[in-house]
């Protein structure tokens, strides 16, 4: 019988052998209580089975408050197994099961998923993306290093006429990629509805011009029936691109996106610092990037190295090369594209290159960009500069010496 495995950081003031023992039965046929019905043939059919305990350490006090008082707290490495007939290839039920009530059991003190391995029936029951990264260099004309892209500032408040002068000396500098905020959906000063059609009427025209249709991902995030209304606008009006969040639509939203849209989708995980920054609790982003993949996430940030918020980089990196990895192994899926943001710049572009071996890769940059000394068309060659020297392997100053706009970058970015 196939099984789904989830690897966990475990701190518990109880043994860590009953601890293990307890989160399994809570997590599949137990409960507090010993039952009748719970025969051992039930329990060995579709109980979770505790796979690996390794002891870590120890402590004096807890990394969370609440659950049972003890007087020494001991660190873990555990793997959890289920059946895959508990839970069906679902991907709401998966969320349960792995991350469900186990994070509040009075035993646990600290508890963060760190690991998920899925049997192939959840590829087969769920496409994943339908561009990810080959579909997208194939609409937006770039066959090589990275899309070069920016978020529309301030993300708030800037009217539909304001957007669109910022739309139209973006794609007039050459960039590739342009998103809304996640903060700009529908607001009344800058409507939805009026935003798609005004931006889109000046990525046609340049692409009529050019050749060239800048891909721009418009934030449609709503209840469902929004969502698939704003997404037939997008696709009516010639868009390539649409935005949701995915905190904030849940996995069934961005399931029923995917099944609604002919376009690739931009997935934004605003709110993952409340899953992710206390090292004790939470989730590891490798396992959370498998389950938006498989709903068709083609996109999906994993913040910025040196950026504005409080991720290190090792975490940033180990994020970007999680969702370049096969979602399950050996599965035939579309790869998913890494999107980097805050706080970017061309300084940052060499040792993103160096850490994950490739530009398959969106870098966005916002103030990186629009704070150019030159303008924007300055601000996009120049991080499209960097960009070229990280791939040469030319250290930045010495490539900046024969690009004015990437010299006078240097001193801005700095």
Same mark, same amino acid.
Not at 158 to 163: A, P
Not at 371 to 384: F, K, N, T
């Given at each position: 019988m196939e099984r789904i495995y989830a690897s966990y950081w475990l701190e518990t003031g109880d043994d860590p052998a009953r601890a293990a023992e307890v989160i399994a039965g809570e997590q599949s046929s137990g409960t507090f209580v010993a039952l009748a019905t719970e025969t051992p043939e039930l329990k060995e059919r *579709?109980?979770?089975?505790?796979?690996?305990?390794?002891?870590? $350490?120890?402590?004096?006090? &807890? *990394?969370?408050p609440g659950g049972m008082s003890s007087q020494r707290y001991t660190q873990c490495r555990l793997e959890l197994s289920w059946p895959l007939e508990n839970t069906g290839a679902s991907l709401p039920n998966l969320m349960s099961t792995v991350a469900g009530n186990l994070f509040e059991l009075r035993q646990v003190s600290? =508890?963060? =998923?760190?690991?998920?391995?899925?049997?192939? %029936?959840?590829?087969?029951?769920? &496409?994943?993306?339908? #561009?990810?990264? %080959?579909?997208?260099?194939? =609409?937006? $004309?770039v066959a090589q290093g990275p899309l070069i892209g920016t978020i529309i500032k301030p993300s708030i408040g800037? *009217?539909?006429?304001?957007?669109v002068q910022q739309v139209r000396e973006l794609v007039a500098g050459g960039? @590739? #990629?342009?998103? @809304? !905020?996640?903060?700009? %959906? @529908?607001?009344?000063?800058?409507?939805?509805?009026?935003?798609?059609?005004?931006?889109?009427?000046? +990525?046609?025209?340049? /692409? @009529?011009?050019?050749?060239?249709? +800048?891909?721009?991902?418009?934030?449609?995030?709503? !209840?469902? !029936?929004?969502?698939r209304r704003r997404y037939d606008l997008v696709l009516a009006e010639g868009g390539t691109c649409v935005m949701a969040v995915l905190n904030s639509i849940g996995l069934i939203g961005l399931q029923e996106l995917r099944r609604h849209a002919q376009l690739p989708i931009h997935a934004h995980r605003a709110g993952w610092g409340y899953l992710t920054r206390s090292p004790q609790l939470g989730w590891d982003y490798a396992p959370w990037q498998q389950l938006w993949r498989l709903a068709g996430a083609d996109h999906m940030h994993v913040n910025g190295l040196r950026n504005k918020f409080s991720e290190p980089d090792d975490s940033v990196i180990e994020a970007a090369r999680s969702v370049l990895q096969p979602v399950v192994p050996g599965a035939d899926m579309v790869s998913t594209m890494p999107v980097f943001s805050s706080g970017q710049t061309g300084l940052q572009a060499a040792d993103t290159y160096a850490a994950i071996g490739c530009a398959d890769l969106i870098h966005t940059a916002g103030g990186g960009i629009f704070?150019?000394?030159?303008?924007? *068309? /300055?601000?996009?060659?120049?991080?499209?500069e960097a960009w070229v020297a990280a791939m040469e392997g030319v250290p930045l100053e010495q490539h900046a010496r024969r690009n004015p706009a990437l010299q006078a970058a240097l001193g801005f970015w700095k």
């Open positions: *579709s109980g979770a089975r505790v796979e690996k305990l390794e002891i870590l $350490g120890h402590s004096n006090t &807890p *990394s969370l600290g =508890l963060r =998923l760190t690991g998920l391995t899925l049997p192939k %029936a959840f590829v087969d029951a769920y &496409p994943g993306p339908a #561009f990810g990264i %080959a579909g997208t260099r194939k =609409l937006t $004309g800037l *009217s539909v006429d304001e957007t960039i @590739d #990629f342009i998103k @809304d !905020d996640e903060l700009q %959906a @529908d607001g009344g000063r800058c409507p939805f509805d009026e935003r798609v059609r005004a931006v889109m009427r000046v +990525v046609n025209e340049h /692409a @009529d011009r050019t050749g060239k249709k +800048v891909m721009v991902a418009f934030n449609l995030t709503g !209840d469902l !029936d929004q969502m704070g150019h000394p030159q303008g924007v *068309s /300055a601000g996009v060659e120049a991080l499209r």
